[in-house]
């Protein structure tokens, strides 16, 4: 699969790879309009694929939720605080689920032919003395593709009490506690990021959690090329 950004003309490229019957991952993306964009390019794409014939045998199309990145990195904490609104780490993990989910129902409910990839996965919160790992239960019964790096599979595999958590059939589909999504709509940041029509193309790009995940993307990036610089240096 190619990964292609959520960026304002990242879709483009999306739309385009798509109608050529080409795997795509699309990456950095943390808003709903982002998720939705995408899935629209896609089926737009495999219209026009079809249209001309491609062979689609080998195609492929997942849209990646980087929801740690939506709260922490992008600072949903400290908007919150602006606006005289506290949040706790759960209902900031909420937060990025309510996203996650509303997405989820609307690529089943438009027939959608990608399907949802999570990552960026946090474990927590802490509730009532009780380890839990909300960005993993709440997906439970989903039909989605969950990335899970090895220091996440280890803090699962060690977490005091992780034997305790039990899973729910169909949790996915079940909704964010009302009185989370009034607290958490007081938040511009996070309403804007929640509404289908939040955002324009044009806007992506000027998202925090796109453009902290950009730089430090870009960042490892220039580390591996002077890697291999030295490497090769010495030979």
């Not at 993990?93 to 999570?118: G, T, V």
Request: net charge positive; charged share 25%.
């Amino acid at each position: 699969m190619i990964k292609v950004p959520g960026s304002k003309q990242g879709y483009e490229v999306i739309e385009y790879l798509t109608s050529k019957g080409i795997a795509t991952n699309n990456t950095l993306t943390f808003i709903l309009p982002q998720l939705i964009d995408c899935a629209n390019s896609v089926k737009r794409g495999l219209e026009t694929a079809r249209k001309n014939g491609v062979d689609l045998s080998k195609w492929r199309s997942v849209i990646t939720h980087m929801e740690g990145r939506f709260g922490n990195l992008g600072g949903l904490k400290n908007f919150a605080a602006e606006k005289g609104v506290e949040l706790s780490d759960g209902e900031i993990r909420l937060a990025e689920l309510a996203i996650f989910k509303k997405a989820y129902k609307y690529l089943i409910q438009n027939n959608m032919p990608s399907k949802m990839l999570s990552c960026s996965l946090i474990v927590g919160p802490t509730v009532n003395g009780q380890n839990r790992i909300w960005h993993l239960e709440e997906k439970a019964g989903a039909n989605v593709v969950v990335t899970c790096p090895p220091s996440f599979i280890e803090k699962v595999l060690f977490l005091p009490g992780v034997e305790k958590i039990t899973f729910e059939k169909d949790r996915i589909l079940q909704d964010i506690p009302k009185d989370v999504m009034d607290k958490l709509l007081r938040v511009p940041y996070f309403e804007r990021g929640y509404a289908e029509d939040g955002y324009t193309r044009d806007e992506y790009n000027t998202h925090p959690s796109l453009q902290k995940t950009a730089e430090q993307f870009s960042k490892a990036t220039w580390e591996m090329v002077d890697f291999a610089e030295k490497c090769l240096a010495k030979n």
